[in-house]
């Protein structure tokens, strides 16, 4: 898993680790992990980037930091499995550079296993924002 930055890799790991049930619980417990929005981007939330593939409203916006991205991401707290699936992209990809995001597998979320507890509907979600992470990463 060579392409993954550090920190993604760590948390694809630690789910390869669980089985069945527990990995549900972790990613319910990362959802609690994502980080809200600063207040600085709360009142420009138009200005994110929504992803519509999901059925929940998930909104993105990537900051460049000196040539690394912080991923800011609104994702309604009634969605626990799409925030866990953000606080995973969230975390796994901040401070990668662009060239990082964009080299990341778009299925990598299959070592993880999520698609044996989770329906295939719910894991497309986590591959939407993927795309829309990757996009804002090459337009950065």
């Not at 089985?19 to 549900?24: A, H, S």
């Not at 000196?66 to 866990?84: K, M, W």
């Not at 986590?126 to 829309?132: D, E, F, S, V």
Request: hydrophobic content about 40%; some cysteine; glycine content about 8%.
């Amino acid at each position: 898993m060579g392409e993954l930055p550090e920190r993604l890799s760590q948390l694809v790991e630690d789910f390869e680790i669980l089985e069945g049930q527990e990995k549900l619980e972790y990613l319910l417990e990362l959802s609690e992990s994502l980080e809200p929005l600063p207040e600085w981007l709360q009142a420009q939330r138009e200005s994110m980037d929504e992803v519509h593939e999901c059925m929940t409203p998930v909104f993105i916006f990537a900051e460049n930091q000196n040539g690394n991205l912080h991923f800011h991401l609104d994702i309604p707290r009634e969605s626990p499995t799409v925030r866990g699936f953000g606080a995973i992209l969230q975390q796994g990809l901040d401070g990668a550079s662009p060239q990082q995001v964009t080299a990341v597998p778009n299925e990598f979320y299959l070592q993880m296993g999520l698609q044996n507890v989770l329906t295939g509907q719910r894991m497309n979600g986590i591959g939407a924002i993927l795309a829309h992470m990757k996009t804002l990463a090459r337009e950065a």
